[in-house]
T-cell receptor, first 111, second 118 residues
Framework: SQQGEEDPQALSIQEGENATMNCSYK?????LQWYRQNSGRGLVHLIL?????REKHSGRLRVTLDTSKKSSSLLITASRAADTASYFC???????????FGSGTKLNVKP | DTEVTQTPKHLVMGMTNKKSLKCEQH?????MYWYKQKAKKPPELMFV???????INESVPSRFSPECPNSSLLNLHLHALQPEDSALYLC?????????????????FGAGSRLTVL
C-alpha cells in the first residue's frame, strides 16, 4: 500500500468475541485514523488518535498508538455481526491534506 | 448536510470514450480528494484539492484529469482509459483548514463510482 500494512489480512470470529487488528506505517505522522468499509461502499471514519496520544476509546473501540514502533492497534470489544466489514488505518502527515491507507483487515463476525 | 454525493454510481465506458465522475459536498469543507480502489485493496490517493487549487497529484496518468469548479464540486474527467483503470473511484472531503483541530483531519467519503472500462 502507499503507507503501510495491516495484519491480519482477514479475521473470522464469533459474535461476542473481541477483534484486534494491527497497523504499521512508514513515515512520521500527525495523526492516525481508523475507517470501516462495508463491501463495495465508501469508507466511514471511526476514530482518530493524535501522534502525542497513546490510547483512545470510543464506545466499543479502543485504539493504541506506538510512534516509536510506527504501529497502531484497533480493538473492537463484544463484536456483533454488524461489525462485519473491512477496516483500514489511515495516516495523516504534517502536510496534513495527505492521507494514506494501510492494506486493511477484513473482519467476519459470525452470528 | 453531512454527505458527499458521487454520480454516477456505475459507469461502463469504452477505451475511446470521454466521461466524467462528479462529486459534491455542502459541508463547507475546503479540501477534496479522489481515491482509486481496486478489489480487495486499500484506497490509493490520486489527487487533493485544497481551497479549489490542486495541491497533490500522486503521479496519476494524464488520462485522468481532475477539476474543481468551486468549493462544493469536484470532477474527474476520464479519457482514453485502459481496462486496468476499472475500479471503485472514491471522493472524499475534509475541513482542510490549516491549524484547526481534529475535525480538519477527518475524511468524509462518498459511496463511490464503480467504473468498468471495456
Amino acid at each position: 500500500s502507499q503507507q503501510g500494512e495491516e495484519d491480519p489480512q482477514a479475521l473470522s470470529i464469533q459474535e461476542g468475541e473481541n477483534a484486534t487488528m494491527n497497523c504499521s506505517y512508514k513515515t512520521s505522522i500527525n495523526n492516525l485514523q481508523w475507517y470501516r468499509q462495508n463491501s463495495g461502499r465508501g469508507l466511514v471514519h471511526l476514530i482518530l488518535i493524535r501522534s502525542n496520544e497513546r490510547e483512545k476509546h470510543s464506545g466499543r473501540l479502543r485504539v493504541t498508538l506506538d510512534t516509536s514502533k510506527k504501529s497502531s492497534s484497533l480493538l473492537i470489544t463484544a463484536s456483533r455481526a454488524a461489525d462485519t466489514a473491512s477496516y483500514f488505518c489511515a495516516t495523516g502527515t504534517y502536510n496534513f491534506n495527505k492521507f494514506y491507507f494501510g492494506s486493511g483487515t477484513k473482519l467476519n463476525v459470525k452470528p | 448536510d453531512t454527505e458527499v454525493t458521487q454520480t454516477p454510481k456505475h459507469l461502463v465506458m469504452g477505451m475511446t470514450n470521454k466521461k466524467s465522475l462528479k462529486c459534491e459536498q455542502h459541508m463547507g469543507h475546503r479540501a477534496m480528494y479522489w481515491y482509486k480502489q481496486k478489489a480487495k485493496k486499500p484506497p490509493e490517493l490520486m489527487f487533493v484539492y485544497s481551497y479549489e487549487k490542486l495541491s497533490i497529484n500522486e503521479s496519476v496518468p494524464s488520462r485522468f484529469s481532475p477539476e474543481c469548479p468551486n468549493s462544493s464540486l469536484l470532477n474527474l474527467h476520464l479519457h482514453a482509459l485502459q481496462p486496468e483503470d476499472s475500479a471503485l473511484y472514491l471522493c472524499a472531503s475534509s475541513q482542510g483548514i490549516l491549524g484547526s483541530g481534529v475535525g480538519a483531519n477527518v475524511l468524509t467519503f462518498g459511496a463511490g463510482s464503480r467504473l468498468t472500462v471495456l
